[in-house]
């Protein structure tokens, strides 16, 4: 047998093994687990008799993001427009 064939022979051998032991990991297919739960949502929407997800209770959807605030700041202060105006100053309750 040619040299290469025994290289190629070790290397399909080293794959074998490597696949198997990726198949026995509980991270892989956890891993699997929620790419499939997250292309049947993204498909057909959430599933209705699954749990809540932490959080998911009490988080309003209408709420923006943090990044969406502070790209909206930097916008403001691009231009120069205060996003809250200074307060005006108190006026003297005893001038005349």
Known sequence: MAP???????VMA????FVQRLLASPSFHHVVRRIHRGVNEARYGRDPSEPLRRGEATADPN???FL????EELGHQARGKATQPPPAPPRDIHKK
């Not at 969406?68 to 790209?71: E, K, P, Q, V, Y």
């Open 63 to 65: 709420q923006r993001g």
């Open 14 to 17: 080293m794959e074998d093994i």
């Open 4 to 10: 290469w064939g025994l290289i190629i022979r070790a």
């Open 68 to 71: 969406s605030h502070f790209i």
